[in-house]
């Protein structure tokens, strides 16, 4: 059967997880939507960052953690596209493989998710010492820079186990995506929006990239419909910054993206490990620019001294 018969089954890779699931099949329904005469299946499998759980992520190396099972299924033709939660997507993809599209991004924030003793607290008023969970090391850096009488411990699982824990009382909180609780229904369990002045996002968190082979035409028009644009410049401008920076998803490296008028606006941060130090800029411009403003941010702050922070922190995760 040649590969451009409409009656071809276009395959879709996807983690395992409850949320890469959801992700997915939203896509598949979309898509199935859109092109009701194609049939569209998903393929799952278990990748690097799925099977350890037991180490933290910055100790593994982040880089395609959660993402090079998928990919090299397309680049051996199993699976014509992959669903990936954009933060966990690399800058750099493997030779062959392009990020098609970008899909509407939900909320970006982080969140705080509070065990039932703190229910009438915030994340300024938790007592001193109760024990933070995140695995993230952007959210620790910033936390402790704010919020230095706080405890933080990492914590792994997909996210019915960390609330698990967090339930048996192992945690006094958890920072988790505002997005992730939003997509598998546990928006009641958003005690509060982090707001940015404390904690900076992550690259492409809340949005879904597309990743798929390069000069996939067939592949490339179906995807046409998941995009959305202004999504799409805000992550390109962010990703542009992080790859500048040759940072991973495992590095204190924060973002902001708006649209101010007809200007987007883009904050950066890069910190320290334990939040003593600190840089933060912004920059603005066309979202034609998306790009070309990611690569000024980084460079702006390169110049502040973000570089010295972000190989003093390579060389503590190497030792550590």
């Known amino acids: 059967m040649s590969v451009s018969s409409p009656s071809r089954p276009i395959r879709i890779g996807s983690r395992k997880s409850?949320?890469?699931?959801?992700q997915t099949y939203w896509v598949q329904e979309?898509?199935?939507?859109?092109?009701p005469d194609r049939s569209f299946e998903v393929h799952t499998m278990s990748t690097q960052g799925d099977k350890i759980l037991d180490v933290a992520l910055a100790k593994i190396g982040d880089k395609g953690l959660f993402t090079k099972e998928l990919e090299l299924g397309m680049l051996n033709q199993e699976t014509d596209f992959a669903v990936h939660s954009l933060k966990d997507l690399p800058t750099n993809l493997p030779e062959g493989l392009m990020l098609g599209?970008?899909?509407e991004r939900e909320?970006?924030?982080d969140a705080l998710?509070?065990?039932?003793?703190?229910?009438d607290k915030q994340l300024d008023t938790l007592p001193a010492g109760a024990?933070?969970?995140?695995?993230?090391?952007?959210?620790?850096?910033?936390?402790?820079?704010?919020?230095?009488?706080?405890?933080?411990?990492?914590?792994?699982g997909n996210l019915n186990t960390r609330l698990a824990k967090l339930d048996a009382g192992e945690y006094d909180a958890l920072?988790?995506?505002a997005a992730g609780l939003q997509r598998l229904g546990f928006s009641d369990r958003i005690h509060q929006v982090i707001p940015t002045e404390i904690s900076l996002y992550a690259v492409g968190q809340g949005a879904l990239g597309i990743e798929c082979r390069e000069g996939d035409t067939e592949v490339l028009s179906l995807l046409k419909v998941l995009e959305h644009r202004p999504t799409a410049q805000r992550c390109l401008a962010e990703r542009a910054f992080l790859r500048e920076l040759e940072g991973g998803c495992q590095v204190p490296i924060g973002v902001n993206t708006r649209f101010e008028a007809d200007q987007l606006v883009i904050t950066g941060l890069v910190a320290s490990l334990d939040g003593q130090k600190l840089i933060k800029d912004?920059?603005?411009?066309?979202?034609?620019?998306?790009?070309?403003?990611?690569?000024?941010?980084?460079?702006?702050?390169?110049?502040?001294?973000?570089?010295?922070?972000?190989?003093?922190?390579?060389a503590e995760v190497r030792q550590g």
Do not use: M, Y
Request: hydrophobic share 45%; proline share 3%.
């Open 30 to 35: 979309t898509l199935q939507k859109h092109f």
């Open 113 to 119: 998710v509070v065990h039932s003793n703190h229910q």
């Open 101 to 103: 599209c970008i899909t």
């Open 18 to 22: 409850q949320l890469a699931l959801v």
């Open 282 to 314: 912004t920059v603005s411009g066309l979202p034609a620019t998306a790009e070309q403003l990611g690569l000024e941010l980084a460079q702006r702050l390169r110049q502040q001294g973000a570089q010295e922070i972000l190989e003093a922190i390579f």
């Open 175 to 177: 920072i988790l995506a």
């Open 107 to 109: 909320n970006p924030a």
């Open 131 to 156: 024990v933070i969970g995140t695995s993230s090391l952007r959210r620790l850096a910033q936390l402790r820079h704010h919020f230095p009488h706080l405890a933080f411990k990492d914590v792994r």
